[in-house]
């Protein structure tokens, strides 16, 4: 397997805190109304989607991370709205 290694593993470096207080996210609250119609079908990926969009609406604070299948699960719905 090393073999078929083209480059230089990557090497990370960590660094400690600038002060030493611990994050805190007690504070942090996150409302979502769903808005689904009864008997209406809706996808779970879609239904991520919006609900990862309106996460972010109700707190700024929360990001949509994709492991480049943004079409598949419709993050990209907070991406358009939100570059």
Do not use: C, W
Not at 41 to 57: E, V
Not at 67 to 73: L, V
């Amino acid at each position: 397997m090393q073999s078929l290694i083209k480059r230089n593993p990557i090497q990370f470096k960590t660094f400690l805190p600038v002060d030493d207080e611990e994050p805190h996210f007690n504070d942090t609250k996150v409302t979502i109304t769903p808005e689904y119609t009864i008997g209406k079908l809706m996808s779970t990926r879609k239904a991520y989607g919006n609900g990862l969009l309106k996460a972010h609406q109700s707190n700024s604070s929360v990001i949509g991370l994709d492991g480049d299948t943004k079409n598949s699960t419709f993050s990209i719905t907070l991406m358009d709205k939100y570059p």
